[in-house]
């Protein structure tokens, strides 16, 4: 059984439909990328697999994460859900972290809950090793001085470290991320799209990006969903899809794409 | 080819507090498109506002067309407005929602007392960046995001400014919509001098064929397009150039 399976979402505010009949399966492990341009409903997608949906929205279809009906599912049972099998990192860490709370509690609070969860509280000083050790997982600098700063006091990068760290913290089996390096400069995100690269792989998580940056799902993605106006027009392995693509909406990404590549010239 | 902008040895400094530019000199010739490329910190912003006399270098300075650009000489800065207009990031801010399509194309052109007939000369800025000419009487709201950044444009142009800057004005569009705004910036390099400032190096590449690298409040390095893709001599160029994500072929 897939570790996510979505069979035909539809979501819809007052009458209007967002997403129509949506389908898409992620075993464990694997990496899948959505793709879609504002409006496409992809944010919307990841918000109903974690039973985010704002009260407005009303979804229809199946979706069923960890062998878990998520569509209906009262609060409690969706709480358990986002605290072990999945987590999400969103595009602006600034507006993610809180701003009053020094980034060790912060990190500290899932840690502590997943603990809980699991039956074997940790005690202040397990508590502060298991922060520290993720931190250092997530390759800040000086994680001891991190512990103790706000938000503001680190660069844009760290912060969406710090919310990779948090995300991490659960143990999800599945991360959905969330535009979580549009926000950040082009150095910056060849850093963090290899961490998140390499903490999928170590921990075995499976990955749902979601972007509208072609080239980017194509560093990060092994399969491809590409989303336009609430439904999906293509969808494959992110190689074929990207150099063969068959629906002409997809053509014209990708051609897009290209022009922007190719004027950067040859690769240096 | 004549020089339209000169800037020597600028630097800019906030009073008491930390140096945001230093030492950056550059030079825009009448018809070129130049790029000036920086990340968040690189100081790209603040020498735009430079360019646009929103602020006086701290040191340094700005000569436009052989003139000294003056922010506090209000004669100077009346005729420097007509020469030099901007397209700012966000069409969705930068276009008064209260005002018809019209009245926001042709502010510049009332603001500035341009003499002529106005009606004919939105008419014609509104054709030129490839959008309808009748629709004066609508409003922001009825328009996409690519279609409010060519109304943007519009009022841009509709003065003929001979110095159009750009800052990060494709970086909030949609891929698909941000190759037809770069695909018109080019097509608009043609006929008049662009200044395109942006952190995406791809959408610099397509657009500009000069271009700047800013790191940290100064140049590291400076020229041809083609040659800084083809041999970055600079680290940081390097580095910002292999950290762009390919298309896989």
């Keep these: 059984m897939s570790l996510l399976s979505v069979d035909d979402l539809t979501l819809k505010l007052d009458g209007k439909v967002l997403v129509s009949n949506l389908s898409l399966a992620l075993e464990a492990g694997a990496r899948l990328g959505l793709i879609g341009e504002s409006g496409s409903g992809k944010s919307l997608t990841a918000m109903a697999v974690t039973g985010l949906l704002p009260g407005n929205i009303r979804p229809s279809g199946s979706i069923v994460l960890g062998g878990q009906q998520v569509i209906g599912a009262p609060e409690s049972t969706l709480n358990r859900l986002r605290g072990t099998r999945v987590a999400v990192v969103f595009q602006e860490p ?22 809980l969860r699991d039956g074997n509280p940790l005690s202040g000083t397990q508590v502060q090793a298991a922060v520290l050790a993720l931190l250092h997982d997530v390759a800040l600098p000086d994680p001891e001085r991190i512990l103790g700063a706000y938000p ?45 690269d390499r903490l999928v792989r170590d921990r075995g998580m499976a990955l749902l990006f979601i972007s509208h940056d072609l080239p980017v799902v194509a560093r990060i993605a092994q399969e491809v969903v590409v989303l336009r106006q609430g439904e999906a027009v293509e969808r494959g392995p992110v190689h074929a899809v990207f150099t063969h693509p068959a629906h002409d909406y997809t053509k014209g990404l990708v051609s897009a794409a290209h022009a922007f590549d190719s004027a950067l010239g040859g690769r240096p | 080819m004549s020089v339209m902008v000169e800037a020597k040895r600028l630097g800019f400094a906030y009073p008491g507090g930390k140096t945001v530019l230093e030492d950056v000199s550059l030079t825009i010739t009448a018809g070129q498109s130049l790029g000036i490329v920086g990340e968040s910190g690189s100081g790209k912003t603040t020498l735009l506002r430079l360019l646009l006399g929103l602020i006086r270098p701290s040191q340094g300075e700005i000569r436009f067309k052989g003139e000294r650009l003056e922010p506090r000489d209000g004669g100077f800065m009346r005729r420097y407005r007509a020469q030099v207009q901007v397209v700012f990031q966000d069409p969705y801010s930068s276009l008064d929602p209260r005002q018809k399509i019209s009245a926001i194309v042709s502010e510049p052109l009332r603001s500035l007392a341009i003499a002529g007939d106005h009606g004919q000369m939105v008419t014609t800025a509104l054709a030129s ?47 698909s919509t941000r190759i037809r705004i770069v695909e018109l910036f080019k097509s608009l390099s043609q006929e008049m001098t662009l200044a395109f400032v942006s952190h995406d190096l791809g959408a610099v590449a397509a657009v500009c064929s000069q271009i700047v690298i800013l790191e940290k409040g100064r140049i590291v390095e400076a020229g041809a397009t083609g040659d800084i893709l083809a041999r970055p001599s600079h680290p940081y160029t390097q580095r910002l150039l292999a950290s762009v994500p390919r298309m896989p072929r």
């Design chain 1, 94 to 115: 600034l507006t993610a972290l809180d701003p009053l709370m020094r980034v060790g509690r912060q990190v500290a609070e899932p840690l502590r809950r997943r603990a």
């Design chain 1, 152 to 196: 503001h006091e680190l660069s844009g990068g760290q912060r969406q470290r710090v919310a990779i760290a948090m995300a991490l913290a659960c143990r999800p089996d599945l991360l959905i991320a969330d535009e979580p390096t549009t926000a950040l400069d082009v150095t910056t995100q060849a850093d963090i799209l290899a961490l998140l």
């Design chain 2, 129 to 175: 960046v490839g959008l309808q000419t009748d629709i004066g009487n609508r409003y922001p709201h009825e328009f996409s995001g690519g279609q409010r950044q060519r109304i943007a444009i519009a009022r841009a142009i509709v003065a003929r400014p001979d110095l159009l800057l750009a800052d990060e004005a494709v970086s909030a569009l949609d891929l």
